[in-house]
C-alpha cells in the first residue's frame, strides 16, 4: 500500500500562486509515476502535470507555461507550483502514484479556488 498526503490548497486571487505538494510513503516502487490531477464541480476528473516513467513530464494544455511539476525522490515527494492562476483552474486538486504494476493511489484532494 501507498499513502499520499497533500498540502498547499487555498484560496488565492486571480493571478496568484500556489504551491501543492505531496508526500507518498508505505511500499515505494523504484520504477513509478506521480502526478496531479483536479476534479472541478460537474466535470470528470483530469490529468494536470505528470512524471512519468523515465522522466518524461507531461502537461495539459490548459496550464502550459503556469504551471511547473517537480519531483524529490530522496523525499517521494512531487510538487505543482501553480502561478498566474485563473478562476477555470479553481477543483480539488488530487495526488496520483502509479506503482510498477500500474495501480493508482490517490491522495485525499486538497481544494484549490480561485477568485476573479
Known amino acids: 500500500q501507498v499513502q499520499l498526503v497533500e498540502s498547499g490548497g487555498g484560496l488565492v486571487q486571480a493571478g496568484g500562486s500556489l504551491r501543492l505538494s505531496c508526500v507518498a510513503s508505505?511500499?515505494?516502487?523504484?520504477?513509478?509515476?506521480m502526478g496531479w490531477h483536479r476534479q472541478a464541480p460537474g466535470k470528470q476528473r483530469e490529468l494536470v502535470a505528470g512524471?512519468?516513467?523515465?522522466?518524461?513530464?507531461y502537461y495539459a494544455d490548459s496550464v502550459k507555461g503556469r504551471f511547473t511539476i517537480s519531483r524529490d525522490n530522496a523525499r517521494n515527494t512531487v510538487h505543482l507550483q501553480m502561478n498566474s492562476l485563473k478562476p477555470e483552474d479553481t477543483a480539488v486538486y488530487y495526488c496520483?502514484?502509479?506503482?510498477?504494476?500500474?495501480?493508482?493511489?490517490w491522495g485525499q484532494g486538497t481544494q484549490v479556488t480561485v477568485s476573479s
Open positions: 512524471i512519468m516513467r523515465g522522466g518524461r513530464i
Open positions: 496520483n502514484y502509479k506503482d510498477g504494476l500500474f495501480r493508482d493511489y
Open positions: 508505505g511500499s515505494i516502487d523504484s520504477i513509478n509515476a
